[in-house]
């Protein structure tokens, strides 16, 4: 599945689970897609994720899974906590 800011909108909301964790019960919800630059050859965009509380991911590639886009290697680097967890962005740079 091709990761874009278009095919991620559609699943905003949704639960990604992330398969390196250990206990296996650790999962992110796809909280924005926020576009950053689009040219003819070039598209920019983060995607931001909330985790929960009791749940800290250090800046790494992480295998996530969803229901509808299955396995996704995607690099998170925590950017903020509040009272719902903890939010990681994952910044995409891509050249067509």
């Avoid at 509380?53 to 590639?61: A, F, K, R, V």
């Avoid at 290697?73 to 009272?83: C, M, S, Y």
Wanted: charged content about 15%; hydrophobic content about 40%; proline content about 4%.
């Amino acid at each position: 599945m091709e990761i874009n800011a278009n095919t991620m909108n559609e699943h905003i909301g949704s639960a990604f689970s992330v398969l390196d964790d250990p206990t296996g019960s650790v999962f992110l919800t796809l909280t924005s897609v926020v576009e950053h630059a689009k040219t003819e050859r070039m598209e920019t965009f983060s995607l931001f994720f909330l985790g929960p509380e009791n749940s800290y991911l250090p800046q790494q590639t992480y295998k996530l899974n969803h229901a509808t886009l299955g396995e996704l290697e995607i690099f998170l680097v925590p950017v903020a906590q509040n009272k719902d967890g903890f939010q990681y962005e994952a910044v995409f740079n891509l050249i067509f």
